[in-house]
């Protein structure tokens, strides 16, 4: 547990956007209130909210690094963590007394004030009982042992498992820098589905030529039993199977996510020209990354053509690509066409962000 203070920081974000944000049906968003003692949450879109004069409620916003270019350069400042395990950047606006209870994250997070104050309790990890029949999930023992009241600018830091409680002292609102981290129940869920989706190499098929007459046609055979414990016992899919999958598992764009392409499409000497005269950036919600000679982007696993390995590796780590690199990654033909394809797709936008 840390807790860390970024000097004279000014949230990029108003409450008014948040709040037109959680309107639209583009965006995952909560309300959570504990009016007289009594718990609710309702999902977006939330078209009207509580009285900003009202206490006790909480607007939460997921994913909002993916809507808005500033705030997508903060979940930015967090890359000191690798691409593959930052998930998202949620908003929370509160009145004075909101929060969503006592509760455990299965992540880690870093929550960063952005206004006003809110004051942070924690606990250990221990008893993750919920309490029962709660509209969302609140801790039902929760000891804290540790308290801040964080300002804007200050951080804490929650390891996964540890309880803990923010309640706004006055109007306020909270940034959560979310970590991913797959479960191996996801992970293999993920994984055997994807191998069943395309099965690779030859599929062989049980047959019982030469079986004799059945004596009690209800006992499962014993031949075909022992097929099937073989095909389930020895079922290996190769190292590069597995390589591929979790490159492209781990670039899945989160399931909400929708790309648009751009309005016309480009001729192969206009994307070149345009490209290299203000560079290339990847969209906001794309997810690219590599490993060894592997690239993957948005869950797919790419061939690099020969030469082009380090523009594609650039542009994983820096998500764009200067003029100048830009220019010299499309003299390579075949890059050229990848990247204009990827554009078509609205996975990469010409030009400079806005921030
Ligand atoms: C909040 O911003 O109110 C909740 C953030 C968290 O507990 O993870
Ligand atoms: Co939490």
Redesign the pocket.
Known sequence: MARQALPHFVSPIEPERLFAMAASDEVDSRLVSAFDGQWAMQRGPIARLPARRKPGW?L?VNGVDRHDDVMSALLQRFRFVPDARLDDL???F?TDG???GP?V?SYD?F?LQARGK?RWRISPPGDERLVSGAPLKLLAQFEPTESWLLEPGDMLY?PPGWG???VADGECM?F?I?FRAPSRHEFLTAFLSAASDSPTGPDPRFSDRGRIAAQRPGELPADLVGQLQTWARTWQPTAAEIDRFIGCYLTEPSPSVWFDGPERTLSESAFKRTSTATGLRLDRCTRMAWRGTRLFINGESIDAPPGTRRWLRRLADERSLSPVDAGAALEHAALADLLRDWHEAGWLLIGKASD
């Open positions: 909480s939460l949620m908003v929370s509160a909101g929060g969503v509760h994250d997070v929550l809110r929650v803990h409680e923010g909270t959560s979310g």
